[in-house]
Each structure stands twice: as structure tokens, then as C-alpha cells.
């Protein structure tokens, strides 16, 4: 088998590699952006050999991940924080990192972590989505209000229905803030289904709604103040929506 430590990086890697029949070691930087990492990993699969990989969890490693799980490699994610506790020397650098890596699994001291499947990492894609675009609709919301307080209006959640939103286009306004009232509107849509929006997120409250539900209905859930959706990250494919942010954010930050 052999050992690598990976210290990654968006654009290259630097690794450290043990094989442990022969005891061969050695170091390398591969570049990710001239297929040099994919090509390197691949002589190794049809050489046939038995690869385990170590590293720290990061971001924009996806498709290294998706690669390692095609060649049937196995890959250990690592705790960051626990691992910069067992570096010795304060001296770092890529080299060091990934001597380190390697050093924790043949010492069988790496604090590896549980990582989601890729079909669950795919999925907190949509509760992510959603998240970013009702911060949007707030956004957007709160500088009609603004907009609607700064003429001497302060209608609140009536703004919003079919009569506020008749009453905020009636106001006259100067040119430039004319056209802003437009743009802002126009992205915020209908008021209709605004209202279904908020009525349906009202009615989710704490109940669990199906990924199929959340997948067929995405313009609806646009407006509602909350997801209204609950998606596992281990078992069932259930998660609140108040665990939402801290469990998409695992991705990717995907």
C-alpha cells in the first residue's frame, strides 16, 4: 500500500508518499489545473496498487474526492484543528504539512472525521441555494421598505400583498428612485406568490417536507422566510431548518 499526505491547495498539492513494501519515499507538487494530480493518481490505479490518501478538510476539493472515490482509493479527511496540535515544529510549510499527514496515518494517530456521501453533499447544494436566495428576497424586501418609510409609509407586511404593492407603485418618486422602486420589484415578483410563499412557510413550521417536495417546488419556496425543508445528513435525509446553515456549509463551502 502506499501512504500519501496531501497538503491541498485550489490550484496544486504537495504530497508526501510511502511505500510501505519497499519503504520508497518521497515528495512532489502536482498541479491540478494541467491534468498533472488526475494524471499522477491514475498511473497509480493501473499499476494496481492499494492507495490510502490523508488530509485536512478544506474547500474546492470536490473533484479531487470524486476522483480518489473513482479509482477506488481510500481517503481519510482530518480534523485541522487537531492536527495543527500534533505539529511539533512551528516551522510550516507545504512540505512539512504533508510530511505530517503522512507521519499521523502510519503512525495510526490521524484524527480523521465523518464525511457526508456525495449524494448528501449534492443535496445540501439545495438547502444552501435556498438559503442564499431568501437572504436575497430580504434584501430586496427591506430596501422597499426603506423606500416605502423614506415617502412617509410605514405599511410593514401589508407592503408586500396586492394593495401594498399598488400603493408603493403609486408613489411618486424622482426618476433614478423610480426605476430603482422597478428593478427592486421586478425581482421580487408577484406579489401572489409571495403571499403562498409565507402562508406555506407558515405551515411547514416544524413538520419535515420530503427533498421530492423541495425539488418540484423551488419558485414557491423563493419567498418564504424559511426553508420549510429538513434533510438528513446521516440516516433518513432529515435535518431542521435550523441546523440548515451549519450543515450546508460543510460542502463546499462546497
Known amino acids: 500500500m502506499i501512504i500519501i499526505g496531501v497538503d491541498y491547495h485550489p490550484s496544486f498539492q504537495t504530497i508526501a508518499f510511502l511505500m510501505e513494501e519497499t519503504g520508497e519515499c518521497g515528495e512532489q507538487e502536482l498541479n491540478h489545473s494541467d491534468g498533472q494530480a488526475e494524471k499522477f493518481y491514475r498511473d497509480l490505479k493501473q499499476r494496481g ?3 490510502r490518501v490523508g488530509m485536512e478538510a478544506t474547500g474546492y476539493s470536490r473533484w479531487f474526492e470524486r476522483l480518489l472515490g473513482e479509482l477506488g482509493f481510500e481517503l481519510w479527511i482530518g480534523d485541522p484543528a487537531e492536527i495543527k496540535a500534533k505539529r511539533v515544529k512551528k516551522q510550516k510549510t507545504d512540505r512539512h504539512d504533508a510530511r505530517l499527514l503522512r507521519r499521523l496515518m502510519l503512525e495510526n494517530n490521524f484524527p ?3 464525511t457526508p456521501s456525495p449524494e448528501n453533499r449534492d443535496l445540501r447544494q439545495l438547502l444552501w441555494h435556498r438559503h ?3 437572504q436575497m428576497r430580504t434584501r430586496i424586501m427591506n430596501q422597499l421598505q426603506a423606500l416605502a418609510m423614506n415617502e412617509g ?3 410593514k407586511k401589508k407592503l408586500f400583498s396586492e394593495q401594498g404593492r399598488a400603493q ?3 408613489l411618486a418618486l424622482a426618476p433614478w428612485a423610480s426605476r430603482r422602486r422597478q428593478e427592486l420589484l421586478g425581482t421580487a415578483g408577484p406579489p401572489e406568490s409571495n403571499d403562498r410563499g409565507v402562508n406555506r ?3 411547514a413550521g416544524s413538520q419535515e417536507a420530503t427533498c421530492s417536495t423541495a425539488t418540484d417546488d423551488p419558485p414557491r419556496c423563493w419567498f418564504a422566510y424559511g426553508t420549510g425543508l429538513r ?4 440516516n433518513s435525509g432529515t435535518v431542521s431548518t435550523g441546523q440548515a446553515d451549519r450543515y450546508v456549509r460543510g460542502d463546499d463551502s462546497e
Open 153 to 155: 409609509y410605514r405599511w
Open 49 to 51: 496498487l492499494s492507495v
Open 132 to 134: 442564499r436566495l431568501v
Open 201 to 203: 412557510s407558515r405551515r
Open 168 to 170: 408603493l407603485e403609486k
Open 231 to 234: 434533510v438528513d445528513h446521516r
Open 112 to 114: 480523521q472525521i465523518w
